[in-house]
């Protein structure tokens, strides 16, 4: 069974500084995607970036960026130029094709004036 | 723009008592799931449903039921509530083209269930 591990339970940056989000997952699959969802206190689910593992190339969304091993199984996030509205809950996610989405513990990010 | 829209939003319950959360989507999407969210485990997946007329088990579909009515909806069923089914609940589409699709699931704003 694939599973997703998020191995910082909480984060904080200072305000316009940069922080990376760690993930890591199992799968015997080649193909599959990778997300980071972001929860704010409204607790509504908000994709911040995609990766389709069959691509080498990072993907990135304005500030966010993603570092992807595939070999090692790792897909972190990179937030540049962090700001208050960064604050919140971020899951790691993978998915196999039509296939149900599968979820890491999350990490709570804090972003310091 | 309504996308996925959750009801109720929130509710309190007895346990014992049962109570039904529907889910509808108008993206066409042919998939739907329903997620719960508990402090410290992420989202853990109840059910889904890869296609009208079908459902399947997730991680934790003990206790609950539902029923896809039609494409658009997709409800969750809870016919004696425990306190351990306390939870936050979140109802999700995505499509499915070819077999695989762009991968993005759409969440509703979740629904907060209190079972005393």
């Known amino acids: 069974a694939q599973t997703v591990t998020q191995s910082q339970p909480e984060m904080s940056v200072q305000e316009a500084e940069t922080v990376t989000l760690s993930c890591t997952y199992d799968?015997?699959?080649?193909?599959?995607?990778l997300f980071w969802y972001k929860q704010p206190p409204s607790r509504q689910m908000i994709l911040v970036i995609r990766?389709?593992?069959?691509?080498?190339q990072n993907a990135t969304e304005n500030r966010f960026s993603v570092n992807f091993q595939k070999a090692a199984k790792s897909f972190s996030l990179k937030i540049s130029d962090s700001q208050l509205g960064d604050a919140a809950m971020y899951f790691c996610a993978y998915r196999r094709g039509a296939q149900k989405l599968v979820f890491g513990q999350g990490t709570r990010l804090t972003i310091n004036p | 723009n309504a996308g996925v829209t959750q009801t109720p939003k929130f509710q309190v319950l007895k346990t014992g008592q049962s109570m039904t959360l529907q889910c509808a989507q108008d993206m066409n999407h042919n998939s739907m799931y329903w997620y719960r969210q508990d402090p410290g485990m992420g989202l853990r997946l109840i059910y889904y449903s890869a296609s009208e007329g079908t459902t399947d088990k997730g991680e934790v579909p003990n206790g609950y039921n539902v029923s896809r009515l039609n494409k658009r909806e997709f409800s969750l069923r809870l016919e004696s509530a425990a306190p351990s089914q306390t939870s936050v609940y979140f109802c999700a589409s995505s499509d499915r083209l070819a077999g695989f699709g762009t991968g993005e699931l759409f969440f509703g704003e979740g629904s907060r269930l209190t079972v005393l």
């Open positions: 799968t015997s699959e080649s193909d599959y995607y």
């Open positions: 990766q389709e593992a069959y691509k080498q």
